[in-house]
């Protein structure tokens, strides 16, 4: 496991998709580095990204900023993201801001 910017990053699920985990308030240096994750991923062959994010936290606009860049650079790179234990809250947000269509979700047990 590494640990970057208090974010934390597991290379496969037992499902074969890239897991990524977001943990804390995301800002622009975590943005960042959970995109070059996800690239990284993608390059490693991973044709889904799971994007765990039952530890984020945080500001409702940045949290939807993050996750808008993140489903960007998936898509960009040719695979899909899947947010792993979002709860009602974020789904909710995700469709206001109109992002509910760009992710896939899955059970928080899913890659675990």
Known sequence: ???????????????????????????????AAWCARVSALRADGHRA??????????????VVQALARIALTA???????????ADDRLLILLDLAGLSAVFDTAAPDCGG
């Open 49 to 62: 990204i799971l994007c765990d994010v039952r530890a984020l936290s945080g500001c409702a606009s940045a």
């Open 1 to 31: 496991m590494t640990v970057v910017h208090g974010m934390y990053f597991e290379q496969a699920s037992p499902s074969g998709g890239g897991i990524v985990v977001l943990a804390g308030e995301p800002d622009a240096g975590h943005t």
């Open 75 to 85: 898509r960009r790179s040719g695979c899909r993201c899947v947010l792993v234990g």
